[in-house]
């Protein structure tokens, strides 16, 4: 274990989450994040919630949610919570959710904190200078200053059913801190480090962002596991708790699995997905077993 890798927090009772999305078959990266979700979940003798983030319709398919929860207890895993075996914080699909992030939405629209942008993505990278998309960036370009509108400009009503982008107002060069359970201290500035970011898409769906805030802050999650590659979104998540008024929880982001040329794992690695070991003979259990002979 690294010397930052601090142990689950205690006080609250323990609750963690497995926040897979059902857009392709899980492999053996998600299975290891997973893993090390349940295990910190066990150590603090807390719950592990598991929740289908499948607000993505164009990505997303029944297929594959199936296949996601099977191939998760095919590993091993289990969860006290979820789509499949209910629970209090319930539902626990992202898709029966949407009263949540609405009324979320409209607290953020309320106290003027979040403005409508109809700038493309195309705008967006134009104005800063970076034309095309730079692999591996971070998903979001940081948002131009001078495309917000003035802080005091009248907001439009959010009306039924949304058709332009909305952004969350984040403050200017302002650094915002955390310490990861796993990587250590964190640091970011708003506004130079990622700008104004969305929060609720023109095809009237929520952003992750908004979704994952909203979600954890709901189930009452004490600990959020996931991927490093996951960093960046947080500073933007603890600017909507703080926004929301809710408590932010702890922060534990694994490191990435690599494939045998250095290069992260993605739903495209066939050959490693869970679905595919299974299929080629894989008993049952392996898979944690050898997690648990090299941390
Ligand atoms: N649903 C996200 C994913 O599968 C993970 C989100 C999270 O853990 O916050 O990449």
Redesign the pocket.
């Known amino acids: 274990m690294p010397p930052s890798d601090r142990p689950p927090p205690s006080g609250l009772a323990y609750r963690g989450r497995l ?3 059902p857009t392709g078959y899980l492999h053996l990266g998600h299975a290891r994040t997973f893993w090390i979700a349940a295990e910190r979940a066990r150590q603090a003798g807390g719950a592990l919630i598991l929740r289908s ?1 499948d607000l993505d319709a164009v990505r997303f398919r029944l297929d594959f949610a199936a296949a996601m929860l099977e191939d998760l207890r095919w590993v091993g895993l289990a969860w006290q919570e979820g789509p499949d075996v209910g629970g209090p914080y319930g539902p626990y699909r992202q898709s029966e959710r949407r009263a949540f992030y609405r009324a979320a939405l409209e607290q953020l629209h309320a106290a003027g904190q979040i403005f409508p942008c109809t700038r493309s993505r195309r705008d967006v990278l134009e104005a800063i200078g970076a034309p095309h998309e730079q692999p591996g960036a971070d998903d979001e370009p940081v948002y131009p200053r001078e495309f917000r509108p003035p802080a005091d400009a009248p907001l439009p009503p959010l009306g039924d059913i949304l058709s332009v982008n909305w952004r969350l107002r984040v403050p200017d060069d302002v650094r915002i801190d955390f310490t990861d359970d796993r990587a250590g201290p964190q640091s970011a500035i708003s506004g130079r480090d990622f700008g104004d970011f969305l929060v609720w898409r023109k095809d009237d769906v929520p952003s ?1 962002q908004l979704a ?1 805030v909203v979600d954890d802050a709901a189930m009452g999650i004490t600990e ?1 596991v ?2 490093a590659d ?1 960093i960046q ?1 947080t500073f933007r998540q603890i600017l909507l708790y703080r926004a929301l008024g809710k408590p932010t929880p702890a922060f534990y982001h694994c490191p990435l699995m690599l494939d045998a040329k250095g290069e992260r794992l993605a739903k495209r690695h066939d050959a490693l997905s869970l679905r595919t070991l299974r299929q080629g003979g894989m008993p049952p259990g392996k898979i944690i077993a050898d997690f648990g002979k090299t941390p």
């Open positions: 926040a897979p999305s983030e992750y994952c959020v996931r991927g996951l979104s």
